[in-house]
């Protein structure tokens, strides 16, 4: 696997976040596949909670100015960038005023689901993949973490299906047990059918509850991993029913597993 790319998505990483079973997770995947060989790009989004002075991020010109059309508007894409101390890796932030800059992830003060959370992750999806294309960066392996990223598989295989950088690209999803109450926009489905993505292709988030974003990402990825002991049998059965390589739970996120099962993964093609 050495020199192989992959490029990470995750919602969260450590240090830039707490210290989640998510956030822990990835960021120790990423570490060792760094360690590794491998070549790594990671995306996730700049919410406003993290300190841009502490961890010194700043804006990469050439990969902002982009406008993404997010339901007939256009949406300034700002790219910013920060490195994490001692490793020597590189992280990419989505960033825009509208959507990221509020002191919350996705909830307000009431608890509640932002109104927007679908149309943010439906910016964050489509920011990854224009940023990717600037970058000119192949990768072989696409591995996201969390629900905000969800959507990302079915962008590249339905959207950006015709974009050469990703046609042997495999998509990995990890699933995680950190479900959110209620649902997503009723009018998701529609906001990315503007895409010019089917609404038969969209029916498994007729209702965009947390268990159906999931689904979303695994029907359209390559493989899944249980990034936690516990996922629900209703997201497992649907797995079962994909018959897709399936990594189980790994209490310890720096094994060789992860390396071997991506190595399988692309040693099917």
């Known amino acids: 696997m050495k020199n ?5 998505v995750s919602s969260e990483l450590i240090p830039y976040l707490s210290e989640t079973e998510l956030a822990t997770t990835a960021s120790n995947i990423i570490k060792n596949a760094h360690l590794k060989g491998m070549q790594t790009r990671i995306f996730m989004p700049k919410f406003g909670l993290i300190n841009e002075r502490r961890h010194q991020l700043h804006e990469v010109i050439r990969l902002s100015g982009i406008n993404l059309i997010i339901n007939d508007l256009d949406i300034p894409l700002i790219m910013k960038v920060a490195s994490i101390p001692k490793e020597r890796i590189q992280v990419y932030f989505i960033d ?27 910016f964050f999806a489509k920011g990854v993949i224009e940023a990717v294309k600037k970058l ?16 990302l598989p079915i962008y590249l295989r339905e959207t950006y299906k015709n974009e050469p950088l990703f046609r042997e690209s495999k998509i990995v999803t990890s699933l995680y047990d950190n479900s959110f109450k209620g649902t997503l926009n009723n009018d ?11 609404e038969e292709k969209l029916e498994i988030i007729r209702t965009p509850n947390h268990q159906n974003v999931l689904k979303i990402a695994v029907e359209y990825s390559d493989a899944v991993v249980s990034g936690s002991k516990n996922i629900s049998d209703e997201l497992y059965s649907f797995i079962k029913e994909k018959d897709i390589p399936f990594l189980e739970y790994q209490a310890d996120s720096t094994n060789e597993r992860y390396i071997s099962f991506y190595s399988n ?5």
């Open 188 to 198: 998701l489905i529609n906001k990315i059918g503007f895409d010019k993505i089917s």
């Open 96 to 122: 825009n005023d509208d959507y990221f800059k509020r002191k919350s992830m996705f909830t307000d003060e009431k608890g509640d689901l932002f109104l927007d959370n679908d149309e943010r992750a439906i």
């Open 136 to 151: 000119n960066w192949s990768p072989d392996i696409i591995h996201i973490h969390g629900w905000i990223a969800s959507l």
């Open 4 to 8: 192989k790319k992959v490029l990470f």
């Open 265 to 269: 993964l692309i040693s099917t093609d």
